[in-house]
């Protein structure tokens, strides 16, 4: 079966750029989305179809896929960007939808 | 305003069957795929199963392939997903998902969640 692989933890200061990290083979070739689920919430689709933003999310939130590795990159982090972040594909395969383990985002 | 409402969750024994119901407002279920997922406590996001939009093709995880079922009640704009054959790893939170649709077309994309129902299996 297919495999994300996210490192558990992030951290960065405000104001400055976090970079996460979403690994899988060949995920270049797959349309990568993101969300992001705050504690005790439902998660959030941020980025989709790799790089583009739903309604209401902020330009800060962008995303990029090549090769074996997708990337969300949210620039000037805020406090309210505290947050556990999925990457998820579709693996034609399966037809099995697959979650990356998440990684959680500290803001300093 | 589009939402998701789930319910139906709680305390089940193990071998148990529970049915979560999931309530659309602001549009029509039918037009859209729709899906579970499940996250157990502190743990990650887990894709259990889709219902398209023409009301019987479906797809499972393999952890619930045989012991859940996927349906809608269009008249109700509702999704169901009935669980049997509960086991302890079953338990988590369960969350009801809209698919991004399109020009006609769906995708393996979560535009809206609900807020979840909570599964605890245990004797």
């Known amino acids: 079966s297919y495999v994300l692989t996210q490192p558990p933890s992030v951290s960065v200061a405000p104001g400055q750029t976090a970079r996460i990290p979403c690994g899988g083979d060949?995920?270049?070739?797959?349309?990568v989305h993101w969300y992001q689920q705050k504690s005790g919430q439902a998660p959030l689709l941020v980025v989709y179809?790799?790089?583009d933003r739903p309604s209401g999310i902020p330009e800060r939130f962008s995303g990029s896929n090549s090769g074996n590795t997708a990337t969300l990159t949210i620039s000037r982090v805020e406090a309210g960007d505290e947050a556990d972040y999925y990457c998820q594909v579709w693996d034609f395969n399966t037809d099995h939808v697959v979650f990356g383990g998440g990684t959680e985002l500290t803001v300093l | 305003e589009v939402s998701l409402v789930e319910s139906g969750g709680g305390l089940i024994q193990p071998g148990g069957s529970l049915r979560l119901s999931c309530v659309a407002s602001?549009?029509?279920?039918?037009?859209?795929?729709m899906h579970w997922v499940r996250q157990a406590p502190g743990e990650g996001l887990v894709w259990v199963s889709r219902i398209q939009n023409d009301g019987y093709t479906t797809g499972y995880a393999d952890s619930v392939r045989g012991r859940f079922t996927i349906s809608r009640d269009s008249a109700r704009n509702t999704l169901h997903l009935q669980m049997s054959g509960l086991r302890a790893e079953d338990t988590a939170v369960y969350y009801c998902?809209?698919?991004?649709?399109?020009?006609?077309?769906?995708?393996?994309?979560?535009?809206?969640w609900g807020q979840g129902t909570p599964v605890t299996v245990s004797s």
């Open positions: 602001g549009f029509t279920s039918t037009n859209y795929w």
């Open positions: 060949n995920i270049g070739n797959k349309n």
């Open positions: 179809d790799d790089s």
């Open positions: 998902a809209r698919s991004y649709c399109s020009g006609g077309s769906c995708y393996h994309t979560f535009d809206t």
